[in-house]
């Protein structure tokens, strides 16, 4: 434990944190849009997983793993929008419809992995991205090494966090979103169509799970597994409400789950005998800590899980 | 009368239809991968009546499923979601293993009402901290119990790898609990345990205080409506962390029916997924006891079903869940459409009259 | 209201039709189970002369996994023998994944009660369940692989001692290694990984006793992220070899190991072209020929309740070897695996 306020380990710990951090940011961004409009979606897990799966199947049909990730973008999207169907327009309770799209995803994509590739002792392997290192930025010491060096799914990551603050607090359409989300009966009032703001906030955090789940398949690995997901879906549901709502909030509540991941490695790595299950339960406490408002009193938008009924 | 009976009789022929159109979809996969989606259905409906061990499989399924349904149902009828039904029966579970372990010496009698005894203690607290944290900071107990229910997790598989280990040591499981722990059977010859029949006693106990008490009257009035209630001097905060506790203790008691009725020792993730089919059997069952019961055996039914398809023709697992969640979907939209429908069947009707 | 009526109609039609279609199934078909294909032999017997008149040919065997046969390891390999057994012995087995531990019980009667001649069980957390079931159904044997246990009279094991293939990637890694420090990564704290982990390490401490390895868990057979992400820290920490013996897991560390420009010693699944120049070699199950052995045990009638432990010694371990590898590393290897056959190491591994 003595190097570990060496400089060489900190920026390997930071960098392996952002890499640790991205899809979960990915998908808590989406899961934010989702909530902020009254939709709970515990159902980002299966929709990172379909992300992940079409990505490598795009970039294996195609050869181009952009194209891949667009794949991965629009089947998201695909799944989103039978979650969209069956909250917002069938109004089936959203935690349980949330589980049954995880479960679906699970059985999807492995059923078309199969179908594609068959049973296989060694995986099949696709274009996949490499890091970028962005000119200049990357030359400043220490913080080039850790943000400038990254794939570029991860900058994408990075700039949806401003782009995601502008549209909710700066355009009427960020508003609208919160107006659902908080009051619909009063939103529907002044004719803000509540069905479809949800389903539209539903079907971007389908894309954007996608676009997480993207990065797994091919912006860390060129390959798809069998649940390669593991949990990470749920882990961003915890960061949208550690997050408090905010895309800034997010960004943070993202980089500190990924940060106490890669410390948790690195911990059990040096031998300190801490039962590593302990290590493991951390996320979940600092959440549960955090909810209880030792970060601030959060607040969820009021009309969050229940239905609109007209 | 005669209109009466079609209304009635729609209660039944949505879900059927649902669960039909489900299957419908699925034997498109079947057809993919070269099954007989008929003989393969035929397997999910009637491969668990071929003999009575199987029979049993459904109600053994069922058991844990109709409890972690009542935690979330208790919980729901108050007015708050309950999802930490699988933590709850982790917690259960580690305290029936702890008193199984300790006390398996004594008659059968007491070994077993002190392990239920711990599980319900252990399940109350796990729903209480929630509670309790909602009571009084106001966090969500949809996210803490969320959390919660990884929290048992990872303390299970500590609890099996370090302290609890088995005593010679090499598997990460504990030792069996005494033989006087284990919950005797109910029908011989097969894993049919009394845990079903307590799940069932403790379904009509909790419509009784839900329903027939004055105290469960003021925890469903601090559900329905927690402003009027407060107003009439009601505590919420109290309300919530009781409500939770009991919620967490039902959940309790299915890690104590799985524990002493089934694994009789504790591992590594045991009966998973159980807290999650608890919450759809309590939303398939209209959120009420009875339906609970009724619900819990139909998705013992599809899940012992499933595995008997898999068995008879091969059917890969993955279109088992797909199937799984497709019904699960399909039988709750039609539950959200049966009123519209009705409605709709009601104008007519008059339009025509 | 016709309409209305019409289509609650359709529906009935509907649900009754397949209610029968189902029904009407099961009568011929039920039987059949029941009466193992005695009757229907007969019947096609005519036709089908590819069909012996052999009766004891017609075998019903299957395959029970713990987790998805598409693992890339533990499981995967065991349908590489289901196949092998399909094609050298004509014997076509079935199988079934994810089979949960609550169903094990459930599980082993089902295919004991339907006069299954050989069941497999892929993992030693079915021994508890085998042994249970085991006495209700005599004409049925269940073999549980990993299992160093058997009992009277019909349930068998087969332990693959996993830390011998251990052994030898510790002796490849040891060998490859300039900074003296390696990473060796399992997924639970399992007796066979745990072993497998100390093996690898008793191994490489036998060839420069000054090598150190980093021993971590992952809690996980398929969080491939964390496999990459655990080995890159590894790697930072100075480790130029990583092992890695936890299914999916491994290919992530196979994956960071070639970002960093170390090395990996690929394990069950032969893992050498998953990133040529970065895998040093595989340690291999031949877990195919441990499969088809058995059946043909069962067709020579010579199964025996009783546990064996087997390892190099017995081909159930093998290597696949790439171009890099030097002659002086064959050579300590073929060194070890004599010793391993002879008996002459032992497992480092003591339990808890």
Same mark, same amino acid.
Request: with cysteine; hydrophobic share 45%; glycine share 10%.
């Given at each position: 434990m003595?190097?570990? !306020?060496?400089?060489?380990?900190?920026?390997?710990?930071?960098?392996?944190?952002?890499?640790?951090?991205?899809?979960i940011l990915f998908a808590a961004l989406g899961g934010m849009y989702s909530e902020k409009s009254g939709v709970v979606n515990i159902g980002l897990e299966g929709m990172m997983l379909v992300g992940a799966f079409a990505g490598v199947v795009g970039s294996y049909f195609t050869g181009s793993y952009w194209i891949g990730t667009i794949v991965a973008v629009l089947s998201g999207m695909l799944i989103a929008a039978l979650f969209a169907l069956i909250t917002v327009k069938i109004k089936i309770n959203q935690i349980v419809s949330g589980v049954a799209i995880n479960l679906l995803a699970v059985g999807i994509t492995s059923f078309f992995y199969r179908a594609l590739f068959g049973i296989t002792t060694v995986p099949i392997t696709v274009n996949a991205f490499s890091p970028v290192s962005i000119p200049i930025l990357s030359d400043i010491p220490i913080i080039g090494e850790i943000l400038f060096k990254q794939t570029a799914l991860v900058y994408i990551a990075f700039i949806l966090v401003p782009i995601s603050h502008y549209i909710f607090y700066k355009t009427s359409l960020g508003l609208n979103i919160r107006t659902v989300g908080e009051h619909p009966m009063a939103a529907d009032t002044v004719g803000i169509p509540v069905e479809k703001v949800r389903t539209a906030c539903v079907l971007i955090s389908g894309a954007l799970a996608g676009l997480g789940g993207s990065f797994l398949s091919l912006g860390q690995f060129n390959m798809f597994v069998d649940n390669m997901v593991s949990g990470?879906? !749920?882990?961003?549901?915890?960061?949208?409400? !550690?997050?408090?709502?905010?895309?800034?909030?997010?960004?943070?509540?993202?980089?500190? !789950?990924?940060v106490a991941d890669a410390l948790q490695i690195r911990i059990q790595m040096s031998g300190v005998s801490i039962p590593y299950q302990f290590l493991l339960m951390f996320p979940y406490?600092?959440?549960?800590?955090?909810?209880?408002?030792?970060?601030?009193?959060?607040?969820?938008?009021?009309?969050?899980?229940?239905?609109?009924?007209? | 009368m005669k209109k009466f009976d079609i209304f009635q009789l729609l209660k039944i022929l949505i879900p059927i239809a649902a669960v039909f159109l489900a299957l419908l979809l699925g034997s498109v996969l079947l057809l993919f991968i070269d099954v007989n989606p008929l003989e393969a259905y035929r397997y999910l409906i009637f491969g668990n009546f071929t003999n009575k061990y199987n029979t049993a499989e459904i109600f053994v399924k069922s058991t844990p499923i109709i409890l972690t349904g009542l935690a979330f149902t208790f919980a729901f009828r108050t007015g708050l979601f309950n999802i930490g039904g699988e933590g709850q029966m982790f917690a259960g579970a580690m305290a029936a293993v702890f008193v199984g372990l300790k006390t398996g010496h004594l008659s059968p009698f007491l070994t077993i009402s002190l392990s239920l005894i711990g599980a319900i203690i252990a399940g109350a607290i796990w729903g209480l901290i929630p509670g309790f944290l909602k009571g009084i900071f106001g966090s969500s107990e949809i996210i803490v119990t969320i959390m919660f229910n990884y929290v048992a997790l990872y303390l299970i598989s500590y609890l099996v790898d370090k302290p609890l280990r088995e005593s010679i040591g090499f598997y990460p499981q504990t030792d069996l609990i005494g033989k006087n722990a284990f919950l005797p059977y109910v029908v011989p010859n097969t894993r049919l345990h009394i845990g079903f029949v307590i799940a069932v006693i403790i379904s009509i106990i909790v419509y009784i205080i839900l329903w027939k008490t004055p105290f469960g009257y003021r925890l469903r009035a601090v559900g329905f409506n927690p402003d009027g209630a407060e107003y009439s001097g009601m505590s919420i905060k109290k309300s919530i962390i009781i409500s939770m506790a009991i919620s967490g203790a039902l959940a309790g008691v299915a890690g104590f029916t799985e524990i002493n009725g089934i694994h009789h020792r504790l591992l590594d993730n045991f009966s998973k997924n159980v807290g999650f089919d608890g919450i759809a059997a309590a939303l398939l069952g209209s959120a009420n006891p009875a339906g609970v019961v009724v619900s819990s055996i139909l998705l013992g039914m599809l899940q012992t079903g499933s595995n008997s398809m898999q068995r008879g023709v091969g059917v890969p697992a993955n279109i088992v869940s797909i199937i799984q969640a497709m019904i699960i979907?399909?039988?709750?939209?039609?539950?959200?459409?049966?009123?519209?429908?009705?409605?709709?069947?009601?104008?007519?009707?008059?339009v025509i009259e | 209201?016709?309409?209305?009526?019409?289509?609650?109609?359709?529906?009935?039609? #509907?649900?009754?039709?397949?209610? #029968?279609? #189902?029904?009407?199934?099961?009568?011929?078909?039920?039987?059949?189970?029941?009466?193992?294909?005695?009757?229907?032999?007969?019947?096609?017997?005519?036709?089908?002369?590819?069909?012996?008149?052999?009766?004891?040919?017609?075998?019903?065997?299957?395959?029970?996994?713990?987790?998805?046969?598409?693992?890339?390891?533990?499981?995967?390999?065991?349908y590489?023998?289901?196949?092998?057994?399909?094609?050298?012995?004509?014997?076509?087995?079935?199988?079934?994944?994810?089979?949960?531990?609550?169903?094990?019980?459930?599980?082993?009667?089902?295919?004991?009660?339907?006069?299954?001649?050989?069941?497999?069980?892929?993992?030693?957390?079915f021994y508890d369940a085998a042994v249970n079931v085991g006495p209700q159904f005599p004409d049925t044997f269940y073999m549980v692989i990993n299992s160093e246990e058997g009992q009277e009279p019909n349930v068998g094991g087969i332990g693959v001692r996993e830390w011998e293939g251990g052994y030898i990637a510790g002796i490849i890694a040891a060998m490859n290694t300039d900074t003296k420090k390696m990473g060796a990564i399992g997924s639970f704290p399992f007796p066979v990984i745990a072993g497998t982990l100390d093996a690898f390490e008793a191994a490489a401490q036998r060839i420069d006793p000054e090598i150190q390895v980093t021993k971590t868990y992952v809690n996980s057979w398929e969080d491939i992220q964390k496999g990459k992400e655990t080995a890159l820290a590894m790697a930072e920490a100075g480790s130029d070899v990583i092992f890695c013996s936890a299914n999916e897991v491994g290919l992530g560390s196979i994956e960071a190991s070639k970002t960093k420009g170390v090395k990996a010693v690929g394990y069950i699944s032969p893992q050498n072209e998953v990133a040529p120049g970065t895998v040093l070699s595989s340690v291999t199950y031949n877990t195919p020929g441990l499969f088809k052995g058995t059946v043909q045990q069962l067709i020579d009638g010579e199964l025996k309740p009783e546990g064996v432990s087997l390892g190099w010694a017995d081909g159930v371990l093998d290597m696949q070897w790439t171009d890099d590898i030097g002659q002086d590393v064959k050579d300590a290897v073929y060194e070890a695996i004599e010793e391993l056959k002879a008996g002459k190491i032992e497992n480092p591994y003591k339990g808890e």
């Open positions: 003595k190097d570990i !306020f060496n400089i060489t380990f900190l920026i390997a710990l930071l960098s392996a944190s952002i890499r640790l951090s991205v899809p990470r879906g !749920f882990i961003a549901v915890a960061a949208v409400i !550690f997050g408090k709502w905010s895309p800034t909030g997010v960004l943070m509540a993202s980089l500190i !789950f990924g406490i600092l959440t549960v800590v955090a909810v209880t408002g030792i970060v601030g009193r959060t607040t969820s938008p009021k009309a969050l899980g229940t239905p609109y009924e007209k | 979907i399909l039988v709750l939209a039609g539950n959200m459409l049966r009123p519209k429908l009705e409605l709709y069947m009601r104008r007519k009707e008059k | 209201m016709f309409k209305k009526r019409s289509i609650i109609a359709l529906l009935i039609i #509907s649900v009754l039709l397949i209610a #029968s279609l #189902s029904g009407c199934g099961t009568q011929p078909k039920d039987e059949a189970p029941a009466a193992p294909a005695a009757p229907a032999a007969s019947d096609d017997g005519g036709e089908t002369t590819s069909t012996p008149e052999d009766s004891g040919k017609d075998y019903k065997i299957v395959l029970l996994l713990p987790g998805p046969i598409n693992d890339q390891g533990w499981n995967a390999t065991a590489e023998g289901l196949q092998m057994v399909e094609k050298d012995l004509g014997i076509k087995m079935e199988y079934i994944e994810s089979v949960q531990q609550a169903d094990f019980e459930a599980v082993f009667t089902d295919y004991g009660s339907r006069g299954y001649d050989l069941v497999f069980a892929h993992g030693t957390q």
